[in-house]
């Protein structure tokens, strides 16, 4: 599975952007996928997360109730909606894939798939 984010960019606070993440593969239904950003000199962090059928989802406290994952696997795409952005939210944005689960904190690098990222920058 290739994965592929698009969607970033530089808004303003309280603004709102939405980021996509296209998979190749006629298995890309298969697979839970996530989202995870990384702020310069800061680890990645885990953002969110949505099961292969959509049915569950997960957030980081971070940004619960600001944002929203989604996927449509007709389209093999998985969305995150953020609104109300704050600075803090500024960072690389990263789509992952896990046959499993999305795995986080110091097993986030077991995913099977990772995108190349897309930058957000959240100005002030």
């Known amino acids: 599975v290739q994965l592929v984010e698009s969607g970033g960019g530089l808004v303003q606070a309280g603004g709102s952007l939405r980021l996509s993440c296209g998979g190749s593969g006629r298995t890309f239904s298969s697979y839970a996928m996530g989202w995870f950003r990384q702020a310069p000199g800061k680890e990645r962090e885990f953002v969110a997360a949505i099961s292969w059928s959509g049915g569950r989802t997960y957030y980081a406290d971070s940004v619960k109730g600001r944002f929203t994952i989604s996927r449509d696997n007709a389209k093999n795409t998985v969305s995150l909606q953020m609104n109300s952005l704050k600075p803090e939210d500024t960072g690389v944005y990263y789509c992952?894939?896990?046959?499993?689960?999305?795995?986080?904190?110091?097993?986030?690098?077991?995913?099977?798939?990772w995108g190349q990222g897309t930058q957000v920058t959240v100005s002030s």
């Open positions: 992952a894939a896990s046959s499993t689960r999305i795995r986080v904190g110091a097993d986030q690098y077991e995913n099977d798939y």
